[in-house]
């Protein structure tokens, strides 16, 4: 088992700037793929940028060019530094990973940080 612990969300205004971080328990040598998913109310849930072992990034469109993740192995961490916040950008995010073992493929998941952006 693995605990995904998320930090760093918060109240900002509109054009500010937040660094989610997202700890694993344990290693995150074995995670296939770290990621940032968010969910706003009555919305489902939607990814918002995902890293592969390898260092390969993938971005929703609404976060290209303002969000960029990262990860640290050494300190089992993954971070999404979000710029340029809009309103809209007001969700629950929620940090997973995915670790592949030969028997298949699990999945984990934090709580969540709260981020709320006014206007």
């Known amino acids: 088992q693995v605990q995904l612990v998320e930090s760093g969300g918060g109240l900002v205004q509109a054009g500010g700037s937040l660094r989610l971080s997202c700890a694993a328990s344990?290693?995150?040598?074995?995670?296939?793929?770290m990621g940032w998913y968010r969910q706003a109310p009555e919305k489902q849930r939607e990814l918002v940028a995902s890293?592969?072992?390898?260092?390969?990034?993938n971005y929703a469109d609404s976060a290209k060019g303002r969000f960029t993740i990262s990860r640290d192995n050494a300190k089992n961490t993954v971070y999404l530094q979000m710029n340029s916040l809009k309103p809209e950008d007001t969700a629950v995010y929620l940090c997973?990973?995915?670790?592949?073992?030969?028997?298949?493929?699990?999945?984990?998941w934090g709580q969540g940080t709260q981020v709320t952006v006014s206007s």
């Open positions: 997973n990973a995915d670790e592949w073992r030969p028997a298949g493929t699990t999945s984990y």
């Open positions: 890293i592969r072992s390898g260092g390969s990034t």
């Open positions: 344990r290693s995150t040598f074995s995670f296939v793929v």
